[in-house]
Every structure is written in structure tokens, then in C-alpha cells.
């Protein structure tokens, strides 16, 4: 069974911030994503990354695939209260269903 | 706003009760997904549904089921409720997949249905 681990698993920071996000498992994957759910509702698609080594970047956001794909890290250039939500890895099961982390849950105080 | 709509968006019921949790997909969207989402557990995979066909099965209670209908829209039934129950039930859909096989696509998901059982 292939295992997601988030960290950390909670993180509360001061507006303009910086801040780093992981994604860590002991497996090999084709891709993986990044999901953000917002309070009160469903989790929404960030990005997708396929390539080891990718980065992608998404405005403040900066994604990185590592280069054995095993692993993948957000980093936030100083955050903003926008930013508070709960961020989500997620692979795709062997059934080809979509998997997800626990998350990292995230809040930026103004 | 995603396209899928969840109803009802929240139920309050007993121990030993029967719930019904309706999902309509984006239109054109084949695949639809239920997940459970505890504070404990997080986004849970339970179902996966394609075209009117069971797709894949994650962590799904007996007493739980579901089913896709012809013009797609999707009910999870909840029978026999228990405390544990108690949680944020996620529908999500998507289309365009390789006989409902995911390959990197996205996931739209609906609002959720919070369900609590006392």
C-alpha cells in the first residue's frame, strides 16, 4: 500500500511569510497532485506534476516533484490570509482512484 | 462554483437510521467519486462509479452503498448509522478518463454533505 505522508501537520504563521509543505513516501509515483480545500468546502486542483525534478510555479506558489518521485514539497512566498486552507497530496491508487494525504492545514493571521 | 451538487448539504440524524446522500455530477462528467472526510482520518476514498459501473472500491462499510444512475447522478445510502459516522461526505466527478481509469486528471468536487449522527 502506498503511504502519503504530510508535514506538518498543521502550521499557523504571521502574513507575509514564508513557508514550506512536504510530501514524503517510501514509493514511486507518476504523478502526484496538489489539491487546496478551503473551509466549508471541497478540495480544489493546484497543479499536477509528472516529471522528476519539476517545478511549477502558480503565482506565489512553487511546487516541486523530486527527482525520484517519491516526494514533493509547496513552498508559499509570503503568505496571505487567502492562503489559510487545508493542502492535500494525492497520488493515483492502483485501482485508479485518487488517494490523498492527510494534509497540512494551514493558517495565515493577518 | 465546481459543478457538482451535493444535497442535502447537511443532515442531522439518529443512531440506527438510513441516510440518503445525492450527488450530480459536471455535466458530461462519467465518473463519480464518494469520499468521507473525519478529523481523525481525513479525505477518505470509498466508491468510484463510471458510467453506471462500479469502478473501484476503497474503504467502504458494509453498511454503506452506492450506485450510479443512467443519467449519472450518483446516491450513497448509509445504513444503520453510528456515531463514527458522523463526518463530511465528498462527492467529486470527472470525465474524459481512460475507462474510468484516473491518469492525472482533476477532480471537481461538490460542497459535501456534513452529516451527523447522535
Known amino acids: 500500500t502506498q503511504l502519503l505522508e504530510q508535514s506538518p501537520q498543521f502550521l499557523s504563521i504571521q502574513e507575509g511569510e514564508n513557508l514550506t509543505v512536504y510530501c514524503n513516501s517510501s514509493?514511486?509515483?507518476?504523478?502526484l497532485q496538489w489539491y487546496r480545500q478551503e473551509p466549508g468546502e471541497g478540495p480544489v486542483l493546484l497543479v499536477t506534476v509528472v516529471t522528476g525534478g519539476e517545478v511549477k510555479k502558480l503565482k506565489r506558489l512553487t511546487f516541486q516533484f523530486g527527482d525520484a518521485r517519491k516526494d514533493s514539497s509547496l513552498h508559499i512566498t509570503a503568505a496571505q490570509p487567502g492562503d489559510t486552507g487545508l493542502y492535500l497530496c494525492v497520488y493515483g491508487g492502483s485501482q485508479g482512484n485518487l488517494i490523498f494525504g492527510k494534509g497540512t492545514k494551514l493558517s495565515v493571521k493577518p | 462554483d465546481s459543478g457538482v451538487t451535493q444535497t442535502p448539504k447537511h443532515l442531522i440524524t439518529a443512531t440506527g437510521q438510513r441516510v440518503t446522500l445525492r450527488c450530480s455530477p459536471r455535466s458530461g462528467d462519467l465518473s463519480v467519486y464518494w469520499y468521507q472526510q473525519s478529523l481523525d482520518q481525513g479525505l477518505q476514498f470509498l466508491i468510484q462509479y463510471y458510467n453506471g459501473e462500479e469502478r473501484a472500491k476503497g474503504n467502504i462499510l458494509e453498511r454503506f452503498s452506492a450506485q450510479q444512475f443512467p443519467d449519472l447522478h450518483s446516491e450513497l445510502n448509509l445504513s444503520s448509522l453510528e456515531l463514527g459516522d458522523s463526518a463530511l461526505y465528498f462527492c467529486?466527478?470527472?470525465?474524459?478518463?481512460?475507462?474510468?481509469?484516473?491518469?492525472?486528471?482533476?477532480?471537481?468536487f461538490g460542497e459535501g454533505s456534513r452529516l451527523t449522527v447522535l
Open positions: 514509493s514511486v509515483f507518476s504523478s
Open positions: 467529486a466527478s470527472s470525465g474524459g478518463l481512460a475507462g474510468g481509469r484516473w491518469v492525472s486528471g482533476e477532480l471537481f
